[in-house]
T-cell receptor, first 114, second 110 residues
């Protein structure tokens, strides 16, 4: 199993550009989530999905869109990039039920918005 | 207000020392996770706890539900333990989500 994969690993954007961060998992996990990690702060939840066709907002959803058309894929779209979105982005997946489910993280995407 | 507080923020230890990292949270929870993030950036799950104590190799995690506190211990520390250690809590009132602490940066010197 490849686990959770993310592409790209690094990206530089100009303000106003749009792009999609890709996330895929091959463990048949129903729960998938996107986090951003900023210096001195904990991981913050952007959006999450409890299954194909179901998504919900997290703590910091503004400026991001997601969709979940398949169990495997959970792309994160930046609609109009802003410098405040410079961060490291992590995708994670787990079986349903966060209480007793191990979290599997992708390797991260380092995004810089100029 | 950060609902999950970790201490210390930074910790430097000599190889072989016993290390303790603490995590306190503000409300009753259903489960707590300990994660490790290596300098290369990858994050791996170490433990999930809802009560008591768990041990894996040189790592021990404990939780006291009444005191809203968890500790991660590393026995006989080694330079390869150098990483950021993150605790995250899940409580039903917050929805189907985890809330993360800011992390503890551990450096073990040889």
């Amino acid at each position: 199993n490849a686990g959770v994969t993310q592409t790209p690993k690094f990206q530089v954007l100009k303000t106003g550009q749009s792009m999609t961060l890709q996330c895929a998992q091959d463990m048949n996990h129903e729960y998938m989530s996107w986090y951003r990690q900023d210096p001195g702060m904990g991981l913050r939840l952007i959006h999450y999905s409890v299954g194909a066709g179901i998504t919900d907002q997290g703590e910091v959803p503004n400026g991001y869109n997601v969709s979940r058309s398949t169990t495997e894929d959970f792309p994160l779209r930046l609609l109009s990039a802003a410098p405040s979105q410079t961060s490291v982005y992590f995708c994670a997946s787990s079986r349903p039920g966060l209480v007793n489910s191990e979290q599997f993280f992708g390797p991260g995407t380092r995004l810089t918005v100029l | 207000k950060n609902e999950v507080e970790q201490s210390p923020q930074n910790l430097t230890a000599q190889e072989g020392e016993f290390i303790t990292i603490n995590c306190s949270y503000s409300v009753g929870i259903s489960a707590l996770h300990w994660l490790q993030q290596h300098p290369g950036g990858g994050i791996v799950s170490l433990f999930m706890l809802s009560s008591g104590k768990k041990k894996h190799g040189r790592l021990i995690a404990t939780i006291n539900i009444q005191e809203k506190h968890s500790s991660l211990h590393i026995t006989a520390s080694h330079p390869r333990d150098s990483a950021v250690y993150i605790c995250a809590v899940f409580w039903a009132e917050y929805g189907n989500k985890l809330v993360f602490g800011a992390g503890t940066i551990l450096r073990v010197k040889s």
